[in-house]
């Protein structure tokens, strides 16, 4: 086995670091860095390391290869890579950008799970599967772009990513994973910011887990209302209202059954259409919202304390209906 400056290597793969330097420049030659080679320095009160070096001739990095080195800011992937294990990167909280190469056709599991301080990624044309918890925890991302080759979304992929806004599923994605038996948690579980989700045709069932904690507006009109768990129904209501606003075009039996339903589960979408007034302008627009409905609407402002909205009632109860009961007064 073959020491330079700490780093013991054989037949081309790096095994071990045992060196002192926060800058490590891995020699021309080394095809693989292998399994846990850096992994926890700074819990094993090991020197940080700040700075490495990959050599044109790295074809593969192992699990957990550089997991848990908190003080690496950048790191360049060279091209010819074409295999980064799970975990390779996990907990590496001070790295702040990562070009993934374009020979890389899936992100494994957790490769960059806990990354906080990741604020951009590239995810090249050729992943076709994006890895359970791949970038769980990376709170810092504020958008992330899926290429239309990838095909799933696995569990957790995307969970407590808290600064996310708004994601399109790109067509050819064909399953986006909910929670596992092995613990693995929705595909965008906890991401707290996200408020609209566009999904493709070619997905046509959303697990109950998927979006747990943030439960945002989902605009896939292909997906009739009732193949959505309870859970997100009303977000897939509110996507609906959005494009009958838009005046898109939608298919005559999905219209037909998202109006019924919005109709027949009124009082109970109340809360949801209060919040997304847009989905309140439909029930307006259908009738679908009798004088009796008003107090529940009414109501429901108050306890969101949404003044905006409670104005919205009030000037569809004075334009629709006949003042026939003379001991209300509505007012804002």
Same mark, same amino acid.
């Given at each position: @086995? &073959? #020491?330079?400056?700490?780093?013991?290597?054989? #037949?081309?793969?790096? =095994?071990?670091?045992?060196?002192s330097?926060?800058?490590?420049?891995?020699? &021309?030659?080394?095809?693989?860095?292998?399994? /846990?080679?850096?992994?926890? /320095? &700074?819990? @094993? =009160? /090991?020197?940080?390391?700040?700075?490495?070096?990959?050599?044109?001739?790295?074809? =593969?990095?192992?699990?957990?290869?550089?997991?848990?080195?908190?003080?690496?800011?950048?790191?360049?992937?060279?091209?010819?890579?074409?295999?980064?294990? #799970?975990s390779a990167f996990e907990n590496c909280t001070g790295l702040t950008s990562v070009t993934i190469p374009e020979g890389i056709t899936e992100i494994d599991v957790g490769t960059f799970s806990g990354c906080t301080g990741l604020t951009s990624v590239s995810i090249p044309e050729g992943v076709t599967e994006i890895g359970s918890s791949a970038f769980s925890g990376c709170t810092g991302l504020a958008s992330v772009t899926i290429p239309e080759c990838v095909r799933v979304i696995g569990a957790g992929a995307f969970s407590g990513y808290t600064g996310l806004t708004s994601v399109t599923i790109p067509e050819g994605v064909t399953s986006i994973l909910g929670e596992t038996f092995w613990g693995d948690s929705g595909a965008f579980k906890g991401c707290t910011g996200l408020t609209s989700v566009v999904l493709p045709k070619s997905v046509t069932k959303i697990d109950k887990s998927?979006?747990?904690?943030? /439960?945002?507006?989902l605009i896939a009109p292909h997906i009739p209302v009732v193949n959505f768990g309870k859970e997100d129904r009303h977000g897939a209501c509110c996507g609906f209202a959005r494009l009958y606003f838009e005046g898109a075009e939608l298919d005559v039996e999905s219209r037909t059954g998202y109006l019924k339903y919005i109709k027949n589960q009124k009082k109970k979408i109340f809360p949801t259409a209060v919040k997304y007034e847009e989905l309140l302008r439909l029930m307006f627009a259908e009738k679908f919202v009798t004088r009796k409905d008003i107090?529940?609407?009414l109501a429901e402002c108050d306890k969101q304390n949404n003044v905006e909205t409670k104005a919205v009632v009030l000037e569809y109860t004075h334009q629709s209906f006949e003042p026939t009961d003379t001991d209300k007064n509505y007012k804002l």
């Amino acid at each position: @086995m &073959e #020491n330079i400056h700490g780093l013991l290597i054989e #037949n081309g793969v790096l =095994k071990h670091y045992l060196g002192s330097d926060t800058d490590v420049v891995i020699p &021309e030659g080394v095809t693989e860095i292998g399994e /846990r080679v850096f992994f926890g /320095r &700074e819990a @094993m =009160k /090991r020197t940080t390391l700040t700075s490495i070096t990959i050599p044109e001739s790295v074809t =593969k990095i192992g699990w957990s290869a550089f997991s848990g080195c908190v003080g690496l800011t950048s790191i360049t992937i060279p091209a010819g890579v074409t295999e980064i294990g #799970n975990s390779a990167f996990e907990n590496c909280t001070g790295l702040t950008s990562v070009t993934i190469p374009e020979g890389i056709t899936e992100i494994d599991v957790g490769t960059f799970s806990g990354c906080t301080g990741l604020t951009s990624v590239s995810i090249p044309e050729g992943v076709t599967e994006i890895g359970s918890s791949a970038f769980s925890g990376c709170t810092g991302l504020a958008s992330v772009t899926i290429p239309e080759c990838v095909r799933v979304i696995g569990a957790g992929a995307f969970s407590g990513y808290t600064g996310l806004t708004s994601v399109t599923i790109p067509e050819g994605v064909t399953s986006i994973l909910g929670e596992t038996f092995w613990g693995d948690s929705g595909a965008f579980k906890g991401c707290t910011g996200l408020t609209s989700v566009v999904l493709p045709k070619s997905v046509t069932k959303i697990d109950k887990s998927v979006f747990d904690g943030c /439960r945002p507006v989902l605009i896939a009109p292909h997906i009739p209302v009732v193949n959505f768990g309870k859970e997100d129904r009303h977000g897939a209501c509110c996507g609906f209202a959005r494009l009958y606003f838009e005046g898109a075009e939608l298919d005559v039996e999905s219209r037909t059954g998202y109006l019924k339903y919005i109709k027949n589960q009124k009082k109970k979408i109340f809360p949801t259409a209060v919040k997304y007034e847009e989905l309140l302008r439909l029930m307006f627009a259908e009738k679908f919202v009798t004088r009796k409905d008003i107090d529940l609407l009414l109501a429901e402002c108050d306890k969101q304390n949404n003044v905006e909205t409670k104005a919205v009632v009030l000037e569809y109860t004075h334009q629709s209906f006949e003042p026939t009961d003379t001991d209300k007064n509505y007012k804002l």
